[in-house]
T-cell receptor, first 109, second 118 residues
Framework: SQQGEEDPQALSIQEGENATMNCSYK?????LQWYRQNSGRGLVHLIL?????REKHSGRLRVTLDTSKKSSSLLITASRAADTASYFC?????????FGAGTRLFVKA | GAVVSQHPSRVICKSGTSVKIECRSL??????MFWYRQFPKQSLMLMAT?????????EQGVEKDKFLINHASLTLSTLTVTSAHPEDSSFYIC??????????????FGEGSRLTVL
């Protein structure tokens, strides 16, 4: 079963705009991860934020974590057409990694 | 980052035949690998955890006799879809978790295998 829910399910923006995706989860976590999947490909790890961290940056990515609300957000700034992909949050349940429903991002050039 | 190779990337087979998908960790040893299934425009559904040298652990609702998993070495896990039917058509993805210093627990994924059963 999926651990989390993500919204929006789909997001369409213009190149240069920022894209924000949200993820909620149900159980306590040690860390939360975000992954990216290009159509028909495997997933690529983007960023991991630990439960004692509130915000983390990596290039144009900014991830926040609110453990009191059991939610996280992924912000992509100055989006590019190449950012078009599906984005998934994931949390660990024991040794297993469970994925959220994902957000399909489409960046129009 | 670590590299996980999955093969074949695409396979078409006739109903009733069996198909084997391989997942290899190329530059690290993986005592545990994971097999996911993904339907179009949906998330990844964990099918089973593959353990080197022992039996796989299947998720609820996944038929172990239908989806045979073998993890014979620290770098190779295989998923065999037995007596495949059209409803088994899907995108199958393997992954491995690299543990140790510098690797906090992210998964490294293969490129996936698209199975089409006619």
């Amino acid at each position: 079963s999926q651990q989390g829910e993500e919204d929006p399910q789909a997001l369409s923006i213009q190149e240069g705009e920022n894209a924000t995706m949200n993820c909620s989860y149900k159980t306590s976590i040690n860390n939360l991860q975000w992954y990216r999947q290009n159509s028909g490909r495997g997933l690529v790890h983007l960023i991991l934020i630990r439960s004692n961290e509130r915000e983390k940056h990596s290039g144009r990515l900014r991830v926040t974590l609110d453990t009191s609300k059991k939610s996280s957000s992924l912000l992509i700034t100055a989006s590019r057409a190449a950012d078009t992909a599906s984005y998934f949050c994931a949390t660990d349940r024991g040794f297993k990694t469970i994925f959220g429903a994902g957000t399909r991002l489409f960046v129009k050039a | 980052g670590a590299v996980v190779s999955q093969h074949p990337s695409r396979v078409i087979c006739k109903s009733g035949t069996s198909v084997k998908i391989e997942c290899r960790s190329l530059d690290f040893q993986a005592t545990t690998m994971f097999w996911y299934r993904q339907f179009p425009k949906q998330s990844l559904m964990l099918m089973a955890t593959s353990n080197e040298g022992s039996k796989a652990t299947y998720e609820q609702g996944v038929e172990k006799d239908k989806f045979l998993i073998n993890h014979a070495s620290l770098t190779l896990s295989t998923l065999t879809v037995t007596s495949a039917h059209p409803e088994d058509s899907s995108f199958y993805i393997c992954s491995a978790k690299r543990t140790g210093t510098g690797f906090p627990g992210e998964l490294f994924f293969g490129e996936g295998s698209r199975l089409t059963v006619l």
